[in-house]
């Protein structure tokens, strides 16, 4: 009796090297600027092309600016890499979305949106939160560098065998509650290692009923609990979002696909290693208030006692203590972005709130979508409007600020409400203090300028 | 790429023993836009290190004169957070060619692995074990058979065995790494793509 992580795995096995170790197959390689240009140095190296160019896609997003990207970027070392980037992609004949390109933003928005992204698929890319790939019912996960180097070299892998843990999430979620309270809850449940060693299958009333958006928020978030990846059985949500989609099939070969996708589930008596059981109702608004994205709490409730000298590490660090309340507490900067919440639904929900209201006058807002398309579709719906008369200014596509790379970072010292996925000490600007929310928390933030109810 | 053999390695340690040590705090996404391998140890655990006028932070141990050697120990979950292999470059240019912790973040410890650095889990117990003696006195040494799988507290005699995936051990016990195994099992994986008709396979023709 398989789990669908199984069937997609045994489905990809080149060759088995010892009890622990296989070759895996990869079907799609995605990769952006800062991961790959000591890949493509490796395996020149070794005097090999990349071997299967078709099978990767890439972008620049990590080290871009999100202002006037029509002109050359400032910075003369980010100006470099995606340069190398750009080098690279021509040499080895790999479709590259750059900056002006109608496909260009975060590799892990643009992936689903173009429809490179779709089930049974193995994906890597350098990058932890590969993960996302895992809400269309992928094996999707994060690599290092010298992985990379592996799969431009031979579109495999050598890799271990993950654990399963299935988490199911069942009822019907409170009002005001959102895929990334869910994760943040399970993330408070779990701790920032409950998913070591694990791949992880989401599954439950919860989850079905999510949009495609809001399990792509859950998967990204996988890595923050340790797990390699997590993945999500795929259904009819998940048959009419990619339908359409650029690079999916079409007509009867659209059908043909659907009908091997429809497949793909876990067995009803297949058997993980671990299992957690969670109900909607439970969870609440979240926000973080420590410097992990375990270290989270309802938003009403207060901050919890300190168990240890990293606890106190990490209170320390952002100026709050055990017993404190987060209500009322002042913040000058919001960031909606990144690949845990750049998407048009993240977007939606935030215009929805700030619709004829006015940003607080001490808030300097960064809101970034996580692709061009989500740009357009900014404009085309209309939220641009809502946003221009919010005087809260929508920048171009990029990770930006969820980790800084680029110009948008905040100060030393400063709370940002943030919808991104890492809450890190200096994640988002050296000194910087970062409270990992939803988008509707964001959008509220925003306008009030402290942390509210909702 | 050509790489040091690791077998025996005999060093006192640097203690760093705090939980959720991320990639973040191992090197800041700021100094991410090199597209070499080298110098990352300049920058390693940077904002810990320095202070923002890039003066040294005394009280941070690897700042600490008394504290030497090739060993980190660290607290659980080390690695945590983002797959920049980075990481694992600045602690290998910094100096270091093993890591203790009484667990690690998966992508770190296999990057770890490629980069001919040892992630050693041993059990918290002795992980208290060898901090306390390192601070009494930091000379203290570990002594670390990688063919036998073995830590042992020089002094004390204190001894674990450590777990490793095999053929990462015998990747290290070699100086090999994956890429030249993998180029040279192409035609296999080009066997197992006609065999597998591209069924799951997508291409950009589509």
Same mark, same amino acid.
């Given at each position: 009796?398989?789990?669908?992580?199984?069937?997609?795995?045994?489905?990809? *096995?080149?060759?088995?090297?010892? $009890? =622990?170790?296989?070759?895996?197959?990869?079907?799609?390689? *995605? +990769?952006?600027?800062?991961?790959?240009?000591?890949?493509?140095?490796?395996?020149?190296?070794?005097?090999?092309?990349?071997?299967?160019?078709?099978?990767?896609?890439?972008?620049?997003?990590?080290?871009?600016?999100?202002?006037?990207?029509?002109?050359?970027?400032?910075?003369?070392?980010?100006?470099?890499?995606?340069?190398?980037?750009?080098?690279?992609?021509?040499?080895?004949?790999?479709?590259?979305?750059?900056?002006?390109?109608?496909?260009?933003?975060?590799?892990?928005?643009?992936?689903?949106?173009?429809?490179?992204?779709?089930?049974?698929?193995?994906?890597?890319?350098?990058?932890?939160?590969?993960?996302?790939?895992?809400?269309?019912?992928?094996?999707?996960?994060?690599?290092?560098?010298?992985?990379?180097?592996?799969?431009?070299?031979?579109?495999?892998?050598?890799?271990?065998?993950?654990?399963?843990?299935?988490?199911?999430?069942?009822?019907?979620?409170?009002?005001?509650?959102?895929?990334? &309270?869910?994760?943040?809850?399970?993330?408070?449940?779990?701790?920032?290692?409950?998913?070591?060693?694990?791949?992880?299958?989401? @599954?439950?009333?919860?989850?079905?009923?999510?949009?495609?958006?809001?399990?792509?928020?859950?998967?990204?978030?996988?890595?923050?609990? #340790?797990?390699?990846? #997590? *993945?999500?059985?795929?259904?009819?949500?998940?048959?009419?979002?990619?339908?359409?989609?650029?690079?999916?099939?079409?007509?009867?070969?659209?059908?043909?696909?659907?009908?091997?996708?429809?497949?793909?589930?876990?067995?009803?008596?297949?058997?993980?290693?671990?299992?957690?059981?969670?109900?909607?109702?439970?969870?609440?608004?979240?926000?973080?208030?420590?410097?992990?994205?375990?270290?989270?709490?309802?938003?009403?409730?207060?901050?919890?006692?300190?168990?240890?000298?990293?606890?106190?590490? %990490?209170?320390?660090?952002?100026?709050?203590?055990?017993?404190?309340?987060?209500? #009322?507490?002042?913040?000058?900067?919001?960031?909606?972005?990144?690949?845990?919440?750049?998407?048009?639904?993240?977007?939606?929900?935030?215009?929805?709130?700030?619709?004829?209201?006015?940003?607080?006058?001490?808030?300097?807002?960064?809101?970034?979508?996580?692709?061009?398309?989500?740009?357009?579709?900014?404009?085309?719906?209309?939220?641009? &409007?809502?946003?221009?008369?919010?005087?809260?200014?929508?920048?171009?596509?990029?990770?930006?600020?969820?980790?800084?790379?680029? $110009? &948008?970072?905040?100060?030393?010292?400063?709370?940002?409400?943030?919808?991104?996925?890492?809450?890190?000490?200096?994640?988002?600007?050296?000194? @910087?203090?970062?409270?990992?929310?939803?988008?509707?928390?964001?959008?509220?933030?925003?306008?009030?300028?402290?942390?509210?109810?909702? | 790429?050509?790489?040091?053999?690791?077998?025996?390695?005999?060093?006192?340690?640097?203690? *760093?023993?705090?939980?959720?040590?991320?990639? &973040?705090?191992?090197?800041?996404?700021?100094?991410?836009?090199?597209?070499?391998?080298?110098?990352?140890?300049?920058?390693?655990?940077?904002?810990?290190?320095?202070?923002?006028?890039?003066?040294?932070?005394?009280?941070?141990?690897?700042?600490?004169?008394?504290?030497?050697?090739?060993?980190?120990? %660290?607290?659980?979950?080390?690695?945590?957070?983002?797959?920049?292999?980075? @990481?694992?470059?600045?602690?290998?240019?910094?100096?270091?060619?093993?890591?203790?912790?009484?667990?690690?973040?998966?992508?770190?410890?296999?990057?770890?692995?490629?980069?001919?650095?040892?992630? +050693?889990?041993?059990?918290?117990?002795?992980?208290?074990?060898?901090?306390?003696?390192?601070?009494?006195?930091? =000379?203290?040494?570990?002594?670390?058979?990688?063919?036998?799988?073995?830590?042992?507290?020089?002094?004390?005699?204190?001894? $674990?065995?450590?777990?490793?995936?095999?053929?990462?051990?015998?990747?290290?016990?070699?100086?090999?790494?994956?890429?030249?195994?993998?180029?040279?099992?192409?035609?296999?994986?080009?066997?197992?793509?006609?065999?597998?008709?591209?069924?799951?396979?997508?291409?950009?023709?589509?």
């Amino acid at each position: 009796m398989k789990t669908l992580f199984d069937k997609i795995w045994d489905k990809h *096995l080149v060759k088995t090297l010892d $009890e =622990s170790s296989v070759v895996l197959y990869i079907d799609r390689h *995605l +990769i952006h600027e800062v991961t790959t240009p000591q890949a493509f140095t490796a395996i020149k190296a070794k005097g090999v092309k990349v071997f299967r160019p078709s099978q990767t896609t890439a972008t620049a997003d990590h080290n871009v600016p999100t202002k006037n990207q029509h002109l050359p970027i400032v910075n003369a070392a980010s100006r470099n890499q995606v340069d190398t980037l750009t080098e690279n992609c021509e040499t080895h004949g790999i479709e590259y979305f750059g900056l002006g390109h109608k496909n260009q933003g975060i590799v892990h928005v643009i992936g689903p949106e173009l429809g490179l992204t779709q089930p049974g698929m193995t994906i890597v890319c350098g990058d932890s939160h590969t993960s996302t790939h895992g809400a269309f019912g992928t094996i999707a996960f994060g690599i290092g560098t010298s992985q990379v180097a592996q799969v431009l070299a031979s579109q495999c892998m050598i890799v271990t065998k993950p654990k399963t843990m299935r988490i199911i999430i069942d009822g019907e979620l409170n009002h005001n509650v959102d895929a990334k &309270d869910v994760i943040l809850h399970v993330l408070k449940a779990l701790g920032s290692n409950g998913g070591t060693g694990y791949f992880i299958e989401y @599954a439950g009333r919860v989850i079905e009923e999510m949009s495609m958006e809001g399990r792509m928020t859950i998967c990204n978030m996988s890595i923050e609990l #340790g797990a390699r990846g #997590g *993945l999500i059985a795929p259904d009819q949500q998940t048959f009419d979002y990619l339908k359409n989609k650029e690079r999916v099939p079409k007509g009867t070969q659209f059908i043909d696909a659907v009908d091997k996708w429809a497949k793909l589930k876990s067995e009803p008596q297949a058997i993980f290693d671990q299992e957690y059981l969670f109900s909607g109702e439970e969870i609440q608004p979240m926000i973080t208030y420590g410097t992990n994205p375990g270290m989270g709490v309802q938003v009403e409730e207060e901050i919890p006692n300190a168990l240890n000298n990293s606890d106190k590490k %990490a209170l320390a660090y952002m100026g709050f203590e055990s017993g404190q309340s987060l209500l #009322g507490t002042p913040v000058n900067y919001v960031f909606v972005g990144s690949c845990t919440n750049g998407r048009i639904e993240d977007f939606r929900k935030v215009a929805n709130y700030v619709k004829g209201k006015k940003k607080a006058s001490n808030v300097k807002a960064y809101l970034v979508p996580g692709s061009q398309k989500v740009l357009e579709q900014i404009k085309e719906e209309g939220l641009m &409007d809502v946003f221009n008369a919010a005087n809260l200014e929508v920048r171009e596509p990029g990770c930006s600020a969820c980790l800084a790379m680029n $110009e &948008d970072k905040i100060p030393s010292g400063e709370y940002c409400v943030s919808t991104s996925n890492r809450n890190f000490e200096g994640r988002q600007g050296a000194g @910087a203090k970062t409270l990992l929310v939803g988008p509707l928390m964001a959008a509220a933030v925003a306008i009030e300028g402290k942390i509210v109810k909702l | 790429m050509k790489r040091e053999k690791v077998n025996f390695i005999k060093s006192s340690i640097v203690p *760093l023993p705090i939980s959720n040590i991320d990639t &973040d705090q191992i090197i800041p996404a700021r100094f991410l836009k090199a597209t070499d391998r080298n110098g990352f140890g300049d920058n390693l655990f940077r904002d810990w290190r320095f202070d923002e006028n890039n003066n040294p932070e005394n009280n941070f141990p690897l700042n600490n004169p008394k504290y030497k050697g090739t060993i980190l120990l %660290a607290g659980e979950n080390f690695g945590c957070g983002s797959s920049r292999e980075h @990481a694992a470059w600045a602690l290998f240019d910094y100096g270091f060619r093993v890591v203790i912790a009484p667990s690690f973040a998966d992508i770190f410890k296999e990057n770890a692995l490629n980069n001919g650095l040892l992630p +050693i889990e041993l059990s918290q117990e002795l992980c208290n074990s060898i901090l306390n003696e390192t601070k009494q006195d930091p =000379s203290t040494e570990l002594e670390i058979n990688l063919e036998n799988q073995s830590v042992r507290v020089i002094v004390s005699g204190e001894q $674990e065995y450590f777990k490793i995936n095999a053929y990462k051990k015998s990747c290290l016990q070699n100086g090999l790494d994956d890429l030249d195994y993998l180029i040279q099992l192409r035609p296999d994986i080009e066997q197992f793509e006609k065999a597998q008709k591209k069924e799951v396979i997508a291409t950009n023709e589509i």
